[in-house]
């Protein structure tokens, strides 16, 4: 209560991407100047990837996520009525996925929107 720094970034749980990261395990999400910052909590661990390497953003319901990314449009969550809301970080070597609730989906929204720098000419 009293003296306790508030926690920066989003709490979200991470499902897939990262080796060494358990499915569900517990971490903070954040943009940080050119940086995204994973911070796993205890152990604390700190994964680093450039903005400059980031495709995009994306934030979806789980069922759209699990039929886009698995095939099947399935619901994982073990509370009824319970919803989960995914973010997928697409970069140039791969994908990170991060879960979290109705709380989070806002800001998984205005990651999506504001994340990354669009270019100013694209030729096709």
């Not at 306790?4 to 395990?25: L, N, R």
Request: with cysteine; aromatic share 12%; charged share 30%.
């Amino acid at each position: 209560m009293f003296g306790k720094k508030k926690e920066s970034g989003i709490p979200v749980g991470h499902y897939e991407g990262i080796e060494g990261f358990a499915t569900d395990y517990p971490c903070r999400i954040e943009v940080k100047d050119d940086v995204f910052e994973i911070r796993r909590i205890k152990p604390e661990t700190t994964v680093t990837l450039p903005m400059n390497r980031i495709k995009s953003f994306s934030a979806m319901e789980e069922e759209k996520f699990m039929l886009k990314y698995h095939g099947q449009a399935k619901n994982t969550s073990k509370l009824k009525g319970a919803k989960k809301y995914y973010l997928v970080v697409e970069y140039d070597k791969g994908m990170l996925a991060f879960w979290g609730t109705a709380m989070e989906y806002g800001k998984f929204l205005d990651l999506q929107n504001k994340g990354v720098a669009a270019p100013s000419h694209i030729e096709l």
